[in-house]
């Protein structure tokens, strides 16, 4: 199996199993906070004076009510509770407006916090088990990708190939061709030092060949190249392959143009598979 399919699938495979871990462990804290918010109930007094009485509003701010499950349950003037017909608490504002004509001093109101608060420590350890999380899930993906077998390329990785961000747009995947094949496509941008090569590779006589150089027009980002598929019969399997060469791996190519190989040039190395499509020989 190509290395990239394997890639791929241990990649949903993590990607499943860190959402369900997460699941549980976001369930089980969430349980865990409601269980202790049922067992305590945080209630208290505090006191708004003139300094928080808006003359607009006609009525007080009260910040505290920003606070989640903050509720007022009661308003006292000079130790009287107030009817809650004289008042009117605008959650959505944080503030409590005063019905009556007059204009009280002061107020005392009790506040209940029907949420509990999250301790600091119980939220580092939330976002500590995630990061984990995310850790587990990035070297499930990478620890055994270096144990992979080999795909039909090098399989020395290079970072570039993401930044290219090359295709093959023409022709389709899995289609039957004729000889000679033109190929078609694009990439982004290609790195310094940096060169893009097509290669044919018959699994039917397991051999490399017709190594081409690709020319990318500079405006469109676009390449398109004439390969010839030879040494094979009609209904033969072949793959072509984008890849991504340094100088060392360039000259290496460079070499080896017209010849037929059971590997790759200096087996592979400055050399790195971005990408391919497999197409079937229609006919000479």
């Known amino acids: 199996m190509d290395k990239t399919i394997l890639a791929s699938i241990i990649t949903a495979i993590s990607v499943i199993l860190s959402a369900i871990i997460t699941s549980i462990f976001s369930y089980k804290f969430r349980n865990h906070e409601n269980s202790n918010s ?11 004076t003139k300094q928080d009485w808006d003359k607009n509003l006609r009525g007080w701010r009260c910040p505290v009510l920003n606070t989640p499950g903050a509720i007022i349950t009661s308003l006292f003037i000079l130790g009287d509770r107030i009817e809650n017909t004289k008042y009117e608490i605008l959650y959505d504002l944080s503030f409590i407006r005063w019905i009556p004509d007059d204009t009280p001093k002061e ?35 990478i620890i055994p990708m270096n144990y992979l077998p080999h795909s039909y390329l090098s399989n020395n990785y290079n970072e570039n190939c993401n930044s290219i961000m090359p295709s093959i747009m023409s022709p389709e995947n899995n289609t039957q061709v004729s000889t000679p094949i033109e190929i078609k496509g694009s990439v982004s941008s290609i790195p310094k030092n940096m060169f893009l090569w097509a290669v044919v590779y018959n699994p039917n006589s397991q051999t490399y060949g017709n190594f081409q150089p690709i020319n990318i027009d500079k405006k469109s980002k676009k390449w398109e190249k004439k390969i010839n598929l030879l040494g094979g019969k009609i209904g033969n399997e072949y793959l072509i392959y984008l890849i991504l060469a340094n100088n060392k791996g360039d000259q290496a190519l460079s070499n080896n143009i017209s010849k037929a190989r059971k590997s790759l040039p200096m ?18």
Request: aromatic share 10%; with cysteine; charged share 15%.
């Open 267 to 284: 087996n592979g190395e400055g050399m790195s598979k971005c990408c391919h499509i497999s197409v079937y020989l229609d006919n000479y």
């Open 107 to 141: 107020t005392t109101i009790t506040i209940s916090l029907t949420k509990r608060l999250t301790p600091m420590a119980s939220t580092l350890r939330w976002k500590t088990m995630s990061i984990s999380l995310i850790v587990f899930c990035f070297l499930s993906v």
């Open 38 to 48: 049922n067992k305590e109930q945080i209630s208290f007094p505090l006191t708004l």
